[in-house]
């Protein structure tokens, strides 16, 4: 093998590094836009808020929770026949 | 930012979308990723880079997907092989290019790639560029990647087997061309 040989060789497998020159850069800038994350407070109000929501939902689409009354007070009268 | 693991910059990304964690990431690994896309790519600095600009975006966006099993390194090859295979097109790139078809490498663009222009890096570029598709894929991946043949072969998707022979083929048609430039210039 001559010098020429090996100096191919070894510019194929030691090619040496490219340059940044702003390749991050661009690919950073390309990024999809960030997530928006919500804070601490944020998320916790938003849980209070769909809380509030499903018992209002709740109370409306059974007459003010009426049930609940007419349940209990069917449960103490069996109670006391018994 | 540059003391941290390559998965603990992960986590990062994945958690809380650190966007400085995945420029480290891209710092670390894009002249690995667009070496390898120049040598697919026949030399085209330009649309190299281009197809590597795409292979961080898709690896930003399929990060989830990343389970850890092999290298980054490994893993962003692959996405680079593959965005290779889509955009230009694997029926086109992988048809033999005739030896008297074989075309100088691009310019570099302006203050590029210090080591670019030189005369053995031209008719390096020139000899791989003649190669069929499946040999300087082979070659591409097996030498100056810092990955093992195993993990070419992986990445190509074929037997270690298969791999190698077509490295053996590739390099002796590389021997030949480079020496019979070799005279030319001499």
Redesign the interface.
């Known amino acids: 093998m001559?010098d020429?040989?090996h100096?191919?060789r070894r510019?194929?497998?030691?090619?040496?590094?490219?340059?940044?020159?702003g390749?991050?850069g661009?690919?950073?800038d390309?990024?999809?836009p960030?997530?928006r994350?919500l804070s601490q407070a944020q998320r916790a109000a938003v849980l209070m808020g769909c809380a509030v929501l499903a018992g209002l939902l709740g109370l409306f689409a059974f007459r003010g929770g009426s049930f609940v009354a007419h349940a209990f007070r069917d449960l103490v009268a069996v109670t006391r026949r018994a | 930012m540059d003391n941290l693991s390559d998965s603990a910059l992960i986590s990062r990304v994945l958690v809380d979308?650190d966007?400085s964690a995945?420029?480290e990431l891209?710092?670390r690994y894009?002249?690995q990723v667009?070496?390898l896309l120049?040598k697919l790519t026949g030399g085209d600095p330009t649309f190299a880079?281009d197809l590597?600009?795409e292979t961080?975006?898709r690896g930003?966006?399929s990060l989830k997907s990343y389970r850890g099993t092999a290298r980054f390194s490994t893993w962003l090859c692959q996405i680079a092989y593959h965005c290779y295979l889509t955009e230009a097109g694997r029926a086109k790139t992988r048809a033999e290019v005739p030896e008297e078809a074989a075309r100088p490498m691009h310019e570099s663009a302006p203050?590029?790639?210090?080591?670019a222009g030189t005369l053995?890096?031209r008719?390096?570029a020139r000899?791989l560029e003649s190669l069929n598709g499946e040999e300087r894929e082979a070659?591409a991946l097996a030498?100056?990647q810092d990955l093992s043949h195993e993990e070419a072969a992986a990445v190509l998707g074929c037997p270690l087997g298969t791999l190698k022979s077509r490295i053996n083929r590739g390099l002796e048609k590389?021997?030949g061309r480079?020496?019979s430039w070799?005279s030319e210039h001499a």
């Open positions: 001559t020429h040989d100096d191919w510019q194929l497998e030691n090619p040496g590094p490219i340059d940044d020159l390749f991050t661009r690919v950073m390309a990024l999809p960030r997530r994350r | 979308d966007r995945f420029s891209v710092r894009q002249s667009r070496r120049r880079d590597a600009q961080f975006l930003y966006r203050g590029e790639s210090r080591e053995l890096q008719d390096l000899a070659i030498f100056g590389l021997e480079m020496a070799r």
